[in-house]
């Protein structure tokens, strides 16, 4: 059974920048055609898909979002990565990873980790 832990710093100050990380266990972030999805939930709004990285490492992202966000992995750690730069208040929310078998819909969805922007 595949489960997904994301975790990061928690709070961080505007202008920063903010790393998370989703750590997968149950399975390989390099097979199975399975596509890590980054989404995120900030406080009174909808879930907000940011992108995602293939089986194979091809990176995908919300175009609005482009200009600050990167996604990469860890194969050696099994591990699906969230960078996001240059950080406002707006970015505060909670971010959660998630699975699908390709790009059929979400399958499998982490805890969830609250990232805080403030000064």
């Known amino acids: 059974q595949v489960q997904l832990r994301e975790s990061g710093p928690g709070l961080v100050k505007p202008s920063q920048t903010v790393s998370l990380t989703c750590t997968v266990s149950?399975?390989?972030?390099?097979?199975?055609?399975?596509?890590w999805h980054w989404i995120r939930q900030p406080p009174g709004k909808g879930l907000e898909w940011m992108g995602a990285?293939?089986?194979?490492?091809?990176?995908y992202n919300m175009p609005a979002l482009k200009s600050r966000t990167s996604i990469s992995r860890d194969t050696s750690k099994n591990q699906v990565i969230l960078q996001l730069d240059s950080v406002t208040s707006e970015d505060t929310a909670v971010y959660y990873c998630?699975?699908?078998?390709?790009?059929?819909?979400?399958?499998?969805w982490g805890q969830g980790t609250q990232v805080t922007v403030s000064s």
């Open positions: 990285i293939s089986y194979s490492g091809n990176t």
């Open positions: 149950g399975g390989s972030i390099a097979a199975n055609y399975d596509i």
């Open positions: 998630a699975r699908s078998p390709s790009w059929s819909g979400m399958r499998t």
